[in-house]
């Protein structure tokens, strides 16, 4: 099955400095790639995501790249504020939502004030 | 639309007692899934279903069960708690699961077994 690394476990920027989250997936035919926050205590929320054929989606100060051949995506945060504090999921699907979605473990970003 | 309803919200077992966490929504949606949260461990897929009376095993199957008899309706059952099922439970739903599709969240159910 799916195999979903994400990097780094714990992330602490600068408020205003920009925060880069990576993962990587094992299943080249994996075709669907979302993020999520999750704030303590409450449910994860979809924040952007990006499918196989596009290389990079942006909205606002948050941008997702995909690179196939290599089997990693990112999400890059600029201009960070308060409340982007939050653990952060990347995710990975083979078929859209039918064959639901592996999870990578989580980043936990920390904007410093 | 009240979107995707999760109960309870928290709940107490004892090893060996079973329960239903209960997951309904109103959008719609031909999708439904269970996940569980462990620290440090992301969301894990249970179940997931693709449509009403049609159900399949996600990752970590094992001491759960579901049915969908409805398209609102999506149950977790838990026949005899054990304390490696302390976790919290989401469940997610979208419109037709077969390609890309948002997933929506639940509030979610914390399960404490003892």
């Known amino acids: 099955g799916e195999n979903v690394e994400q990097h780094p476990s714990t992330l602490s920027v600068q408020e205003g400095d920009s925060a880069v989250i990576k993962c990587t997936y094992s299943?080249?035919?994996?075709?669907?790639f979302p993020w999520y926050k999750q704030e303590l205590g409450k449910r994860p929320q979809l924040i952007i995501d990006i499918r196989s054929n596009v290389g990079e989606k942006k909205d606002q100060r948050i941008a997702v790249t995909l690179n196939k051949t290599a089997k990693h995506f990112s999400l890059h945060i600029t201009e960070t504020q308060p409340e982007d504090s939050a653990v952060y999921f990347c995710?990975?699907?083979?078929?859209?939502?039918?064959?639901?979605?592996?999870f990578g473990k989580g980043t936990h970003l920390i904007i410093q004030p | 639309n009240a979107g995707v309803t999760q109960t309870p919200k928290f709940q107490v077992l004892k090893t060996g007692q079973s329960m239903t966490l209960q997951c309904a929504q109103d959008?719609?949606?031909?999708?439904m899934s269970w996940y569980r949260q462990d620290p440090g461990m992301g969301l894990r897929l249970i179940h997931y279903s693709v449509g009403a009376g049609i159900t399949d095993q996600g990752e970590v199957p094992n001491g759960y069960n579901v049915s969908r008899s409805t398209t609102e309706d999506f149950p977790l059952r838990l026949l005899s708690a054990a304390p490696s099922q302390t976790s919290v439970y989401f469940c997610?739903?979208?419109?037709?699961?077969?390609?890309?599709?948002?997933?929506?969240f639940g509030p979610g159910t914390r399960l404490l077994v003892l």
């Open positions: 959008m719609n949606h031909e999708y």
């Open positions: 299943d080249s035919a994996s075709n669907y």
């Open positions: 995710a990975a699907s083979m078929g859209g939502g039918a064959d639901g979605l592996t």
């Open positions: 997610a739903s979208s419109r037709t699961g077969t390609g890309g599709e948002t997933q929506y």
